[in-house]
């Protein structure tokens, strides 16, 4: 079994900045990309940033300049995000491509972190 767990979210002032984390455990062989995306009530999940097996970055126009994602391990994903602004605010979710024990690549959400930017 594959578990996806985020923390780091939390209430901050605008122009703040917190660092989200991810972590990927379980019955893994392989992992692929990771992500993050974001998610506001009513609206469609949106791509954040990723990274690619290679270490490429790409981030969401909205964000770019301000968040970084990072990845330190095989396992473990970091989304830094500075200069927050209020429309930050929404549910981060963690995404993985691995492959697991039941022979496939597939793709796995974490259960989301709450991410609120006062103005």
């Known amino acids: 079994q594959v578990q996806v767990v985020e923390s780091g979210g939390g209430l901050v002032q605008a122009g703040g900045s917190l660092r989200l984390s991810c972590t990927v455990s379980?019955?893994?062989?392989?992992?692929?990309?990771m992500g993050w995306y974001r998610q506001t009530p009513g609206n469609q999940r949106e791509s954040v940033a990723s990274?690619?097996?290679?270490?490429?970055a790409t981030y969401a126009d909205s964000v770019k300049g301000r968040f970084t994602i990072s990845r330190n391990s095989a396992t473990t994903v970091y989304l830094q995000m500075n200069s927050l602004k209020p429309e930050d605010t929404a549910v981060y979710y963690c995404?993985?491509?691995?492959?697991?024990?039941?022979?496939?690549?597939?793709?796995?959400w974490g259960q989301g972190t709450q991410v609120t930017v006062s103005s």
């Open positions: 995404n993985a491509r691995l492959y697991g024990n039941q022979g496939t690549w597939d793709y796995y």
């Open positions: 379980g019955s893994i062989f392989s992992i692929d990309s």
């Open positions: 990274l690619s097996p290679g270490g490429s």
